[in-house]
């Protein structure tokens, strides 16, 4: 395994595997790896000849009030991680190598970026579409794997290579979850006991969402109010960011249920904060 910090060997590595036919699989992620991060390695793994993991906390995808300082870092433990997991290529890139001074170019999508995170994170998805398109020029990958978790980034990433015709091929992974529910992320580092415990009420709450949707229920205020009580009681402390219910694709928001509905919230538990989907899906006879 290799860790190349340099962006321009990056680059021409890349090219020179390139030249020789190899298919080049990237897992872009900000390191402190756990279980979702490996199952998009794995599966990069099974499908390509050359699997490239990026670890970069990248800045430009932060607010000015936010975790960019304080998000965990581990390098030698994702080095381990990566090693078993048989990665062939680190991409650990310097922040002043990714934005040397006079950086000025940035990557913006109009209409995606004004829904759910976009909203509470003015310039988030600005960051995220610069970084990976930075990302893509580098490693030249031919698929890339980015998780469900992440499912605003996960559009906009499929819209941007759309639009801007990058020769790659988006593969997405399920949301992986710990045993109570608790979607895997980085930030549950930041949850102390009691807040670790309290955390499970975002899974809870769409659990809920589903089954009052299964059960009939179609007005999807009913069922935000519901899902926000269903917080509370669990964590009466959180902050609940946003929970909507929104097309999936375009992540315009619903009145009522269609048959493709993304359940999504943001939650805050104590400096943590959390976000967690559920897509759910619905034939609709039952309309009440
Ligand atoms: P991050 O390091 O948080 O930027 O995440 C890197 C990649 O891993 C992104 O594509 C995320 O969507 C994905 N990811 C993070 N957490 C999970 C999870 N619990 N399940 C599946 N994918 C995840």
């Given amino acids: 395994m290799q860790l190349i910090r340099s962006v321009k060997k990056m680059q021409n590595l890349s090219l020179k595997l ?11 992620t900000m390191g402190f790896l ?36 304080s998000y965990p870092r581990d390098l030698k433990r994702d080095i381990k991680l990566c090693k078993k997991y048989n990665v062939d290529i680190i991409f650990y890139p310097d922040v002043k190598d990714m934005y040397p001074e006079g950086f000025e170019t940035y990557v913006e999508l109009e209409k995606l970026p004004n ?28 698929v890339a794997y980015f998780g469900e978790k992440d499912w605003q980034q996960l559009k906009i990433i499929e819209k941007l290579v759309r639009d801007l015709n990058f020769p790659i091929r988006i593969k997405s ?31 809870k709450s769409l659990l809920f969402a589903k089954e009052l949707i299964e059960k009939g ?26 929970i909507e219910i929104v097309d999936p694709e375009t992540l315009e ?9 993304l359940v999504a919230l943001a939650v805050k538990i104590g400096v943590a904060r959390l976000i967690d989907n559920m897509l759910i899906k619905v034939k609709l006879t039952k309309e009440i």
């Fill in 115 to 142: 829904h759910l995170c976009g909203l509470s994170r003015p310039g988030h998805f600005r960051g995220v579409a610069t970084v990976v398109t930075k990302l893509f020029n580098i490693v030249q990958p031919d």
């Fill in 18 to 28: 390139k030249r020789k036919g190899k298919k080049i699989g990237f897992v872009p």
């Fill in 253 to 261: 928001s619903l009145s009522r249920i269609k048959e493709r509905n």
């Fill in 217 to 242: 229920e179609r007005d999807v205020s009913k069922i935000k109010r519901k899902m926000r009580e269903l917080i509370l009681k669990i964590a009466p402390k959180a902050k609940v960011d946003y």
């Fill in 173 to 203: 992974g399920k949301i992986i979850r710990e045993r109570d529910g608790l979607a895997m992320s980085s930030r549950n580092k930041y949850l102390s006991e009691k807040e670790r415990k309290e955390a499970i009420c975002l899974y």
């Fill in 34 to 69: 756990h279980e979702g991060h490996l199952s998009l390695v794995e599966r990069c793994r099974k499908d390509c000849d050359i699997l490239v993991v990026s670890i970069f906390v990248n800045p430009t995808q932060f607010g000015p009030r936010e975790d960019y300082k």
